[in-house]
Structure formats: C-alpha cells, structure tokens
C-alpha cells in the first residue's frame, strides 16, 4: 500500500491521511468501488466497525508510536520538552474544548492542523493565534515525524 511510504516517511501526515480517508469513505462509501487502496481500508472501517465514528487501529497504532516517541524524547532532549513545555497552554484549551480533556499532546496536536485543514476547505477564518500555535504544532510534528524516520 502507497500509505504505508507514508508512513515511514511522515507518520504525522499519515495518520492525518488515515482520519482524512476515514471521512471520505464515511461520505462516499461508493467510491472505495473503483479505488482498490480505499476498498481495503473501507473493508477495514467495515471490519473494525469504525463506519460511523472512529479510528482505524492502523491510526491507532501510528498515534501510540508517535506518542512513545515523543515520552523518549521530552526525557533525552531538553530543546524538545522546552518547544512542549511552550505549547501546553494551548493544547490545554483544545484540550478542555473535547469531550476528552486528558487526551495526549500528540494528539491533541494532531486534532488541531485537522481541524484547520478542515476549516480551510470550508473557506473559513482561522485567528492569528490560531495560526501561530498551528506553526509551533507543525514543528513539533515535523521532529517527531523526522526522528521516526531516522530510527
């Protein structure tokens, strides 16, 4: 499966490919009909029982990978925990704004560029803070997802 170069490559990007998948075929179950890549995973949704809310376990998987690596990292590597210590304010009103408050940074990051990508597709405005704490999200990703690849 090409998502699984993504995988490897980026595992941000594919988790937030994976929940983007999980919406699309969510929306237009039809389509995965003429796209063997979406068939698997909507046989996927359809065996895990995810068709209506959820996550794939492969998203699943991704996320515990992710967030093993960032505990490892806030432990060895005083830049990080400090670019963390940074962003816990923020994450901690996304956070207390879900119906599931003690949800982890990682994902909370994640739920966050989702959600922006969401509302640019719907053309809609996104606050200068909003904005700024996406850009210190998106560099805390892509450390993340750069020290995944190297290991």
Not at 38 to 56: A, F
């Amino acid at each position: 499966m090409k998502i699984m170069i993504l995988k490897k490559n980026n595992i941000a990007e594919y988790i937030l490919y994976l929940w983007q998948i999980e919406d699309y075929l969510r929306a237009f179950p039809q389509q995965a009909e003429t796209n063997p890549e979406l068939r698997d995973l909507s046989q996927m949704m359809h065996q895990e029982n995810i068709m209506d809310v959820g996550h794939l376990q492969l998203a699943k998987n991704a996320l515990d990978e992710m967030e093993d690596l960032h505990n490892d990292l806030l432990n060895q590597e005083a830049t990080y925990r400090a670019a963390v210590i940074q962003l816990t304010p923020s994450l901690n009103i996304l956070k207390s704004k879900t119906d599931r408050p003690t949800m982890s940074d990682i994902e909370a990051c994640l739920i966050l560029l989702y959600q922006i990508m969401l509302l640019k597709l719907q053309k809609r405005p996104i606050s200068s803070e909003t904005e700024q704490v996406q850009h210190q999200v998106t560099k805390l990703l892509q450390y993340l997802s750069k020290t995944y690849r190297e290991q």
